[in-house]
């Protein structure tokens, strides 16, 4: 079969899609990468086909702009951030909800998709793609599947809160009168949809079926008043970093407990600086009997005031070899970093602040493998204790371990792909036959 993979330039987006990709193209099929101009180098060193389309978004320099992804920063014309992990019933309302895709649509949506609409569109007519898989806030994949008469399919890299919330949207919707049933995301895929003769279906929002590398305790809990769960396909997460290089003082067992932290590129690269005070955490851990390795952009590392004797600066170094001989994690909750953390069966702190960042973390922290606190909370005191909860109390590495283990225990990717073909079958009459 002829398989794309669809996502809007974003690297950590695109990394954890790769180990499936991968294995798809091992099992004979023929496995091509459709995003914008930026991610083209990315994914030509994974050793996957790139296919440029359309023209760079411009989301970070909306946020830099406005600020919706940045909490430290408050603009006169600032975009209020819509929290969609909000799951406090009484919120879950209509007004609740027009108000968060009043945000969703323009601010996120438009901004990645409408660049690379037109020119995903065009390739699938031209290749003739069988299956398209698309990473959940590239819309423009299901518009193109529709167009060329692919089946689709949704690549998770967070708990599914798009789904969740379109459920809850479609319950509230009916609940209106037929007059007020605005639905600011079906008339967005369905205007750009008819623009190449598609109309719009539910499917379009939440894929034929979606592949989800979540473990069975860390996904979010069933809700009947969501609607129906989408069909899920598990998928072992295997830990994926780009170029990977291993130094010379990573083949050598560390001589004390090590401790990583590592706060992710998005922030570095698109938030101006970190969430969370960094001199400080280091200040607070210097009298510790540990290694700290902290992996921090060279700019970033010159901007600290000083480097206490027991850290490691690095600029980069490949998680999925570090973290297994770490003793213990903090991290910002972002899905490669936190899915590679524990894949490594290796306790963490988490600090996070975005999207689902926190709700993954609190449900980490009751499964009891780790620790969280908000990073507007974290300080250095604050941090430290926690650290020393890691690495003291043996309950914490045992249930990591144990979530490893689950992990461990669902499909491979391989074992995803010999079964993919039989999948689409069962989706493809679905599939328009006019669309074929």
């Known amino acids: 079969m002829r398989i794309l993979f669809a996502t809007y330039a974003e690297k950590s987006h695109f990394l954890v899609m790769v180990p499936l990709a991968w294995a798809l193209q091992a099992e004979g099929h023929e496995v091509r990468v ?11 060193r994974s050793g996957l086909t790139a296919v440029p389309v359309g023209r760079d978004h411009s989301l970070w320099r909306a946020n830099r702009a406005f600020g919706f992804f940045d909490p430290r920063k408050k603009h006169k014309r600032a975009v209020p ?23 969703f649509v323009p601010w996120w949506c438009r901004l990645v998709n409408e660049p690379m609409i037109d020119g995903l569109v065009e390739y699938c007519r031209r290749w003739e793609p069988d299956l398209v898989i698309w990473e959940p806030v590239t819309y423009a994949g299901p518009i193109a599947a529709k167009a060329c008469g692919a089946v689709h399919a949704r690549f998770m890299w967070s708990l599914d809160l798009f789904g969740r919330m379109r459920g809850h949207y479609l319950r509230a919707k009916a609940e209106q009168p037929p007059q007020e049933r605005e639905d600011m995301l079906q008339a967005w895929i369905a205007a750009h949809g008819r623009r190449f003769g598609v109309e719009f279906s539910e499917e379009m929002t939440t894929g034929h079926f979606t592949i989800d590398y979540t473990p069975p305790s860390l996904e979010l809990p069933p809700d009947p008043a969501a609607g129906p769960e ?32 590592t706060l992710g590129t998005t922030s570095a690269e698109n938030l101006d600086g970190y969430l969370v005070p960094v001199q400080e955490i280091l200040d607070g851990l210097a009298d510790l009997d540990v290694e700290i390795v902290a992996t921090l952009p060279e700019h970033h590392q ?11 600066l690095v600029s980069f170094v490949p998680l999925h070899a570090l973290l297994p001989t770490c003793t213990a994690v903090i991290d910002h909750g972002g899905s ?16 996070p602040n975005l999207f689902d960042e926190p709700l993954r973390a609190r449900y980490l922290a009751e499964q009891g493998a780790g620790l969280t606190m908000h990073s507007s909370e974290a300080t250095g005191a604050g941090v430290r204790q926690a650290l020393l909860r890691l690495l003291e109390e043996p ?16 499909p491979a990717p391989a074992e995803v792909a010999a079964g ?13 036959a006019a669309g074929r």
């Not at 010379?248 to 932290?261: D, K, S, Y």
């Not at 490669?336 to 600090?351: E, K, N, R, W």
């Not at 309950?395 to 669902?410: K, L």
Request: charged share 25%.
């Open 34 to 44: 459709a995003s914008q101009p930026d991610l083209t180098d990315v994914i030509t």
């Open 81 to 103: 951030f819509f929290d969609m992990a909000d799951d406090h019933p009484e919120q879950l309302t209509w007004e609740h909800f027009k108000r968060g895709y009043a945000q």
């Open 230 to 261: 989408p069909h899920r396909v598990p998928v072992r997460f295997i830990p994926y970093n780009d170029r990977a290089v291993i130094p010379p003082w990573l083949r050598v067992a560390p001589e004390r407990p090590r401790v990583c932290l």
């Open 302 to 312: 010159a901007q600290l005031e000083r480097v206490p004797d027991n850290v490691r």
């Open 336 to 351: 490669g970093t936190f899915f590679t953390t524990l894949a490594s069966g290796v306790p963490q702190l988490v600090l």
């Open 395 to 410: 309950s914490f590495a045992e249930e990591s371990r144990r979530i490893r283990d689950e992990m461990n225990a669902m």
């Open 420 to 432: 993919i073909e039989a999948l689409v079958e069962t989706y493809r009459a679905a599939v328009p």
